[in-house]
């Protein structure tokens, strides 16, 4: 894990490979995606490299066409849910990209 996100993006980790178990993954800016069978999971590193930050654009790709699964309508539904949760304050900014729960 690194210790912050800048670390992250100059390490010297190939920007391509395979994890174990034969999951690529591919390396960008302050994240990674990892492809799993099933979906791909992309994340962000936080400004401390923590790993537990969200934002709804990569949320939305998660979730892709599997929105009412979430119980969720559509694509705007889930974008006015989320925008609720960041006003009401059960998701804190960290004046970056990312989003956190509130503890």
């Known amino acids: 894990?690194?210790?912050?996100?800048?670390?992250?993006?100059?390490n010297a980790i190939p920007h391509k490979g395979i994890l174990p178990g034969g999951v690529p993954y591919f390396k960008h800016g302050y994240g990674c995606g990892v492809e799993f069978e099933t979906g791909l999971v992309d994340f962000d590193f936080g400004q401390n490299g923590e790993i537990d930050g969200?934002?709804?654009?990569r949320l939305a790709c998660f979730a892709g066409?599997?929105?009412?699964?979430?119980?969720?309508?559509?694509k705007e539904d889930f974008r006015?849910?989320?925008?609720?949760?960041?006003?009401s304050g059960a998701f804190v900014s960290s004046n970056y990209l990312l989003h956190y729960l509130r503890e």
């Open 65 to 74: 066409d599997r929105l009412n699964q979430y119980a969720f309508t559509s």
């Open 80 to 87: 006015t849910c989320f925008e609720s949760a960041v006003d």
């Open 1 to 10: 894990m690194p210790e912050t996100n800048l670390a992250w993006a100059c």
């Open 54 to 57: 969200f934002d709804f654009w």
